[in-house]
């Protein structure tokens, strides 16, 4: 009973620990919104491709895709946000896909080389395709880092691009953790960035967006594992 009361109050901890990052980072970044806003607004109707292109360009250079994603949720509505993110992520993964494929190819491959974490990855996504691609999206792995080690595999890009959809849980929460952070800031600080929002439900979604990737990280990760590639370095080049 002493062991699950730990265990509990450690998850509440962390929690309370979660929820004041979530803050801080919104009350942070809400000293530049504003500045960030009126250059969204004054692309007008080009704003989400102005976006959307900015995502598909940083990509590809290892820029911090959860910063983004993050940034998606602060300059945009919930569902313009989930909506831009969606399609940036498909057209940044085949961008990466054709990039290390075609043009990067040898400098992947000696990457690859300089790191045997990798060496058994093309065996494995032979064997296992789509199923693997997918799971390996829902863990931490760096976007591009893992999009550039699949290009140079035997997969096809169809499978290759559909797989993507994984990562698509991850990108998506972070929408709305930027959303939130935004809104949630707000309320801190008294000036409320919208009327409307009902805040128990946006806190009551963040709670529940942290414990779905958290639960889906953790199938992923086993199941990652079962297949031997949980020793896949987790780090940029």
Not at 63 to 69: E, G, I, Q, R
Not at 122 to 133: E, I, P, S, W
Not at 137 to 166: E, H, I, K, N
Request: aromatic content about 12%; glycine content about 6%; charged content about 15%.
């Amino acid at each position: 009973m002493q062991l699950q009361n730990i265990g509990l109050i450690k998850k509440l901890v962390m929690a309370l620990i979660f929820a004041g990052v979530v803050l801080l980072i919104g009350h942070e970044l809400e000293l530049y919104l504003p500045d960030l806003e009126v250059t969204i607004q004054e692309l007008g109707a080009f704003a989400p491709l102005g976006f959307i292109t900015l995502f598909v360009v940083l990509t590809p250079l290892f820029a911090s895709v959860d910063a983004l994603c993050f940034a998606a949720g602060l300059l945009f509505s919930i569902g313009a946000g989930e909506f831009y993110i969606i399609i940036a992520t498909y057209l940044a993964s085949a961008l990466i896909f054709f990039l290390g494929r075609y043009l990067l190819r040898d400098r992947v491959l000696m990457f690859i080389a300089e790191h045997k974490r990798f060496s058994g990855l093309n065996t494995a996504v032979n064997d296992n395709a789509f199923k693997l691609m997918f799971l390996l999206r829902l863990t931490p792995l760096p976007f591009a880092m893992l999009s550039y080690a699949l290009s140079v595999t035997q997969v096809r890009f169809w499978p290759y691009l559909t797989a993507t959809s994984g990562i698509l849980i991850y990108n998506t929460s972070l929408v709305y953790f930027g959303y939130t952070a935004k809104h949630l800031a707000g309320l801190v600080s008294g000036v409320s960035p919208q009327n409307s929002v009902s805040y128990p439900m946006l806190a009551m979604g963040l709670v529940i967006s942290l414990a779905v990737l958290i639960y889906v990280a953790k199938i992923a990760a086993d199941t990652v594992k079962r297949l031997n590639l949980d020793k896949i370095d987790k780090e940029t080049p």
